[in-house]
């Protein structure tokens, strides 16, 4: 039954069939060659998604879309040009800089590079080509499933159960997210003085930092209150995500005043169908993961895995090269949902840390979002840019290359990753 | 009503007009239900902790009330997602093929895709009558209107997706894909 449901499963969806009603397709194959009655299908569909933790993720979104509709890219930019602007390759600098503030209020890429592109491509391209500011834009979206909050890292600690907390998840990205953007600093002065490309911007001065600070502080607040809500324990992860909605909304309303009440229903509807596209699949998956349950794939599994390897580095890397090439071909919330439940476990089995492991999978499939053929934040900016995707693929492999060398370095060194989430208690 | 997706009946001729005034309607009932479930989600769970450090008190039913709205939202949302054309597929071997051939599996997809949307929606309305008699745990209210989104959701998105075997491209809203990129 284990192979009807898999092969079932990649040949609808690649015939074209969207991937969360190829998993339900093939769960009503499983069903009827196990004879299992089918009013199984709405009971578990339902129960998938009866879950107070997964609001977080619409909530999150709509408070990342609010914030963006109330101005504060042009805030950040503002006080990352007063920082880091006269530099050498400064308006990169000034990108990853903005890439980071906007990673603390939104947790997913693609809207990241969106904002990030349809905001500063336009400046970038004039001082440093059309290929490099892309590369730029993309490499900077990617932190904001890396840095908390995470929409990915939400789906991730769902689907993991109750061996790894969203809270946990947050504070393992910290550190390697606060290193990634160094590393990709120092690439962007690399390239910026390899090509000599022009200094643009103004001169460093206090003054001008400490205004522009002032100006962006309500938005570093954000973060503050509800990471920090969630981590001290006053506060659940959906519980600080519905305030993340309230916060953002009064500072668009009554602060910025760049937000109108007409604004919400479409960001509220946009909002509610991204996040359907998650709940359909996880609702799916949910008969599926039963089906190949009752045959015991993941005791399979295990067994199969603890007889090539006793190694848990080599589980690590295996799983590594796996979602290497998964992240080439697979959106990355339809890999954490189809995988997460099969190779989580192991990873247990091999006593592995679960937020050691969690880490690296997210981070592995968020690298994957900037992989050809199928890499969702190259699409939006070759949308923006008109470029091809092998063009831009061409110039953000050093990104790329900083990443992975960065995930290795989290899987040998495990204190990077765990020191954070260690000293808060989780 | 979103200001750049148009809730009105796509062209249609002949038979297909009914068909396309009906997913109209549903749809801009659906865009306006989830209006009210995504506030009323807000509300009801930045309330509850409102409540706790500001009255020190707690609302006993916003956890399952709030469970429910979620819930609703997902399956109501699904069939916009399916005009939109935005739910996640690997098109690494379809893009490859002839547009003809394209068209053709489309729809034979669409139309496998409308046939299990239609036997989730009939186990729903089953499991929901069925259950009807069983109460929520905090509140006065049949635990069915759990399982009653899967049914409307699921029926909803059979339209969709009968639409599409039809028509062919009639379920892509160009707008609202655009919008959610």
Same mark, same amino acid.
């Given at each position: 039954?284990?192979?009807?449901?898999?092969?079932?499963?990649?040949?609808?969806?690649?015939?074209?069939?969207? $991937?969360?009603?190829?998993?339900?397709?093939?769960?009503?194959?499983?069903?009827?060659?196990?004879?299992?009655?089918?009013?199984?299908?709405?009971?578990?569909?339902?129960?998938?998604?009866?879950?107070?933790?997964?609001?977080?993720?619409?909530?999150?979104?709509?408070?990342? =879309?609010?914030?963006?509709?109330?101005?504060?890219?042009?805030?950040?930019?503002?006080?990352?040009?007063?920082?880091?602007?006269?530099?050498?390759?400064?308006?990169?600098?000034?990108?990853?800089?903005?890439?980071?503030?906007?990673?603390?209020?939104?947790?997913?890429?693609?809207?990241?590079?969106?904002?990030?592109?349809?905001?500063?491509?336009?400046?970038?391209?004039?001082?440093?080509?059309?290929?490099?500011?892309?590369?730029?834009?993309?490499?900077?979206?990617?932190?904001?499933?890396?840095?908390?909050?995470?929409?990915?890292?939400?789906?991730?600690?769902?689907?993991?159960?109750?061996?790894?907390?969203?809270?946990?998840?947050?504070?393992?990205?910290?550190?390697?997210?606060?290193? $990634?953007?160094?590393?990709?600093?120092?690439?962007?002065?690399?390239?910026?003085?390899?090509?000599? +490309?022009?200094? &643009?911007? =103004?001169?460093?001065? $206090?003054?001008?930092?400490?205004?522009?600070?002032?100006?962006?502080?309500?938005?570093?607040?954000?973060?503050?209150?509800?990471?920090?809500?969630?981590?001290?324990?006053?506060?659940?992860? &959906?519980?600080?995500?519905?305030?993340?909605?309230?916060?953002?909304?009064?500072?668009?309303?009554?602060?910025?005043?760049?937000?109108?009440?007409?604004?919400?229903?479409?960001?509220?509807?946009?909002?509610?169908?991204?996040?359907?596209?998650?709940?359909?699949?996880?609702?799916?998956?949910?008969?599926?993961?039963?089906?190949?349950?009752?045959?015991?794939?993941?005791?399979?599994?295990?067994?199969?895995?603890?007889?090539?390897?006793?190694?848990?580095?080599? +589980?690590?890397?295996?799983?590594?090269?796996?979602?290497?090439?998964?992240?080439?071909?697979?959106?990355?919330?339809?890999?954490?949902?189809?995988?997460?439940?099969?190779?989580?476990?192991?990873?247990?089995? +091999?006593?592995?840390?679960?937020?050691?492991?969690?880490?690296?999978?997210?981070?592995?499939?968020?690298?994957?979002?900037?992989?050809?053929?199928?890499?969702?934040?190259?699409?939006? $900016?070759?949308?923006?840019?008109?470029?091809?995707?092998?063009?831009?693929?061409?110039?953000?492999?050093?990104?790329?290359?900083?990443?992975?060398?960065?995930?290795?370095?989290?899987?040998?060194?495990?204190?990077?990753?765990?020191?954070?989430?260690?000293?808060?208690?989780? | 009503?979103?200001?750049?997706?148009?809730?009105?009946?796509?062209?249609? =001729?002949?038979?297909?007009?009914?068909?396309?005034?009906?997913?109209?309607?549903?749809?801009?009932?659906?865009?306006?239900?989830?209006?009210?479930?995504?506030?009323?989600?807000?509300?009801?769970?930045?309330?509850?902790?409102?409540?706790? +450090?500001?009255?020190?008190?707690?609302?006993?039913?916003?956890?399952?009330?709030?469970?429910?709205?979620?819930?609703?939202?997902?399956?109501?949302?699904?069939?916009?997602?399916?005009?939109?054309?935005?739910?996640?597929?690997?098109?690494?071997? &379809?893009?490859?093929?002839?547009?003809?051939?394209?068209?053709?599996?489309?729809?034979?997809?669409?139309?496998?895709?409308?046939?299990?949307?239609?036997?989730?929606?009939?186990?729903?309305?089953?499991?929901?009558?069925?259950?009807?008699? =069983?109460?929520?745990?905090?509140?006065?209210?049949?635990?069915?209107?759990?399982?009653?989104?899967?049914?409307?959701?699921?029926?909803?998105?059979?339209?969709?997706?009968?639409?599409?075997?039809?028509?062919?491209?009639?379920?892509?809203?160009?707008?609202?894909?655009?919008?959610?990129?």
């Amino acid at each position: 039954m284990t192979l009807l449901i898999i092969f079932l499963f990649l040949g609808i969806g690649l015939l074209g069939m969207p $991937l969360a009603f190829a998993l339900g397709a093939s769960a009503i194959a499983g069903l009827i060659v196990s004879d299992v009655d089918f009013n199984l299908l709405p009971s578990r569909m339902m129960n998938a998604v009866n879950a107070f933790p997964l609001m977080s993720i619409p909530f999150f979104i709509l408070a990342g =879309e609010l914030m963006l509709k109330a101005g504060m890219m042009e805030r950040l930019i503002d006080l990352a040009n007063t920082i880091v602007g006269r530099v050498r390759g400064g308006l990169g600098h000034v990108t990853m800089l903005a890439g980071l503030g906007l990673s603390t209020v939104s947790g997913a890429a693609v809207a990241d590079a969106s904002a990030l592109g349809s905001t500063l491509i336009p400046s970038l391209r004039k001082h440093y080509g059309v290929g490099f500011s892309a590369a730029v834009c993309a490499a900077a979206a990617n932190l904001g499933p890396i840095i908390p909050p995470s929409g990915a890292m939400i789906v991730y600690a769902f689907m993991a159960g109750p061996t790894v907390s969203v809270g946990g998840m947050f504070m393992a990205g910290i550190v390697p997210g606060l290193i $990634l953007v160094c590393a990709m600093m120092a690439m962007v002065s690399f390239i910026a003085i390899r090509r000599n +490309y022009p200094l &643009t911007g =103004e001169a460093f001065a $206090l003054g001008r930092v400490l205004h522009e600070l002032k100006r962006s502080i309500i938005i570093f607040l954000m973060p503050v209150v509800v990471i920090g809500g969630i981590v001290g324990g006053a506060f659940t992860a &959906t519980e600080g995500s519905a305030i993340a909605v309230v916060y953002a909304l009064l500072i668009g309303l009554f602060v910025t005043r760049r937000l109108t009440l007409a604004d919400l229903p479409e960001a509220i509807i946009r909002t509610a169908v991204t996040s359907a596209i998650v709940g359909a699949m996880i609702a799916f998956a949910s008969v599926v993961t039963y089906m190949l349950t009752i045959d015991q794939l993941p005791q399979h599994l295990t067994a199969l895995m603890k007889a090539i390897t006793g190694s848990p580095i080599a +589980y690590l890397l295996i799983v590594a090269a796996a979602l290497f090439v998964v992240g080439m071909f697979l959106e990355s919330n339809a890999a954490y949902i189809m995988l997460v439940p099969l190779l989580h476990p192991i990873a247990l089995q +091999y006593g592995i840390d679960p937020l050691h492991f969690g880490f690296l999978f997210v981070f592995n499939l968020v690298i994957g979002m900037l992989t050809p053929p199928v890499g969702v934040v190259l699409f939006v $900016l070759c949308g923006l840019t008109g470029l091809k995707l092998g063009e831009l693929a061409w110039h953000v492999w050093p990104f790329i290359a900083i990443m992975y060398a960065l995930l290795f370095i989290c899987m040998f060194f495990p204190a990077i990753v765990l020191t954070v989430p260690r000293m808060l208690g989780y | 009503m979103t200001g750049h997706t148009s809730y009105a009946p796509a062209a249609a =001729e002949g038979a297909l007009r009914p068909l396309a005034a009906l997913i109209a309607a549903l749809d801009l009932a659906a865009a306006w239900a989830l209006v009210a479930l995504v506030a009323g989600m807000v509300i009801l769970v930045s309330a509850q902790v409102f409540m706790r +450090y500001a009255l020190n008190s707690s609302i006993g039913w916003t956890d399952e009330v709030s469970r429910l709205t979620f819930v609703w939202s997902i399956f109501l949302a699904i069939p916009l997602g399916i005009k939109a054309g935005v739910h996640i597929g690997m098109e690494i071997l &379809t893009v490859r093929l002839p547009a003809r051939m394209q068209d053709v599996l489309a729809r034979v997809i669409a139309l496998l895709g409308a046939a299990m949307m239609t036997l989730v929606s009939y186990q729903a309305f089953i499991l929901a009558y069925d259950q009807w008699d =069983e109460l929520m745990a905090s509140i006065n209210m049949s635990a069915a209107w759990f399982i009653v989104p899967v049914a409307i959701g699921c029926a909803h998105s059979a339209l969709h997706l009968l639409w599409i075997t039809m028509t062919g491209k009639g379920g892509v809203d160009e707008e609202l894909a655009k919008d959610l990129d």
